[in-house]
């Protein structure tokens, strides 16, 4: 199955469209979800923390340690102490499980207890009988259906693109292909571009998806709803390959000399917009 996949050097899966939010301040309708904390209201009301869909948990830890008012590095510093409930895959890391909602927070809210509520939220989120309906029909677990829909919450360009991009990495892994997820190396060199080079397919990292099979070791990010039943029920379709040659316009195939003429009208795109 491996030799159906064209020469690494050739190729480009992604190409996405759309760069990851890296800013922890204040944004509107990324998520609608919204959950309440387990604290006490105090006379003022609480004020709100947003972790939008796809934020990597380095940006989660920041933004709450500007929500609280600590110093920088503060959250991550407690998470030995938050004692998470994440499941045993997870191995300590919280990535994936800081679940994507706007959060209520006082003034008796403590690092731990914010990244608590996250993990337990998403854990709810995670246990439902779609989800592992869903886990099962792809025959996969759990932990390795929510890696799967951070790299979708990266990957697709828009919420309709989801189902369509789930789709092409399952029926890479079915075929013995190599993932080749450049969001995967974005996180793995802990940036967000869309400019992978030829030198960045190289890189020597778990997360490196083109010299890798298989999934990445842990989630890229922290997905959404949305991301999640794209998950658990892809889009049906023989797709290997996809790019975003502009905004709104992701083409997928299941020929690769079709993807090669996308990937040059992409190319093209941003020669001419640079």
């Not at 759990?142 to 309709?160: C, L, P, R």
């Not at 080749?180 to 778990?206: E, F, G, V």
């Not at 890798?212 to 990010?221: A, C, F, S, Y």
Request: glycine share 8%; hydrophobic share 35%.
């Amino acid at each position: 199955m491996q030799t159906k996949t064209p020469r690494r050097g050739t190729i480009r899966l992604t190409r996405r469209g759309r760069i990851a939010l890296i800013a922890t301040g204040a944004v509107a309708a990324v998520t609608a979800v919204a959950v309440p904390l387990l604290l006490p209201d105090d006379s003022g009301g609480p004020e709100s923390l947003t972790v939008p869909e796809g934020w990597r948990t380095s940006q989660v830890y920041g933004a709450v340690d500007k929500a609280l008012g600590v110093p920088a590095g503060t959250t991550k510093k407690a998470l030995p102490k938050a004692h998470l409930k994440l499941p045993g895959d997870a191995r300590g890391n919280p990535e994936g499980y800081l679940f994507p909602a706007t959060y209520p927070i006082n003034d008796k809210s403590t690092p731990e207890s914010v990244l608590s509520y996250m993990v337990n939220t998403a854990a709810k989120k995670f246990s439902g009988s779609q989800v592992t309906a869903g886990a099962d029909r792809n025959a996969v677990n759990i932990y390795q259906t929510v890696t799967i829909a951070s790299m979708i919450e990266a990957e697709a360009g828009s919420k309709a693109d989801m189902g369509k991009v789930a789709r092409v990495i399952y029926n890479r892994l079915e075929q013995g292909m190599p993932l080749q997820m450049d969001s995967t190396i974005n996180y793995a060199l802990n940036r967000s571009t869309l400019n992978t080079r030829d030198r960045d397919t190289k890189i020597n990292s778990p997360y490196n998806t083109y010299t890798r099979m298989g999934l990445p070791p842990t989630p890229i990010g922290n997905p959404g709803e949305e991301a999640m039943r794209a998950a658990t029920s892809p889009t049906q379709g023989d797709w290997l390959y996809f790019v975003t040659v502009k905004p709104g316009d992701t083409r997928f195939t299941s020929n690769f000399e079709e993807h090669q003429k996308h990937v040059a009208e992409f190319n093209k795109n941003k020669s001419e917009n640079s």
